[in-house]
């Protein structure tokens, strides 16, 4: 079992920084990938969009089209943490945004693969 808390998330106006960060329990943090997925804001009971995955090692690294550029995902495993450095926010952005973990190396873009979810953080991005 894995437990996952998000933290970071706010009010930022647009063209602004903010980094979520995922602190992961357990002491095999590095067997997991891990991604960072959001909420469709037109959807809210649909399944969560794809942002950014990170492999165990952190060697690999997977974005949406949508934050490539802006978006950094990292890891620290001695911390058991994985980030999500975001810049350049536009309005767009304002959602739930949840941690997700999954017990393989390689990461995955589709909710599916994951077996294991944090309770989401609010992201507001204001005009």
């Known amino acids: 079992q894995v437990q996952l808390v998000e933290s970071g998330g706010g009010l930022v106006q647009a063209g602004g920084s903010l980094r979520l960060s995922c602190a992961a329990s357990?002491?095999?943090?590095?067997?997991?990938?891990m991604g960072w997925f959001r909420q469709a804001p037109s959807a809210p009971g649909k399944e969560r969009q794809f942002?950014?995955?990170?492999?165990?090692?952190?060697?690999?690294?997977n974005y949406s089209d949508d934050v490539k550029g802006r978006f950094t995902i990292s890891r620290d495993n001695a911390k058991n943490t994985v980030y999500l450095q975001m810049n350049n926010l536009k309005p767009e952005d304002t959602t739930v945004y949840y941690c997700?973990?999954?017990?393989?190396?390689?990461?995955?873009?589709?909710?599916?693969?994951?077996?294991?979810w944090g309770q989401g953080t609010q992201v507001t991005v204001s005009s």
């Open positions: 942002v950014a995955a990170i492999s165990g090692s952190g060697s690999t690294t």
């Open positions: 357990g002491r095999t943090f590095n067997t997991y990938a």
């Open positions: 997700a973990a999954r017990p393989a190396r390689l990461p995955m873009t589709k909710s599916y693969a994951y077996d294991y």
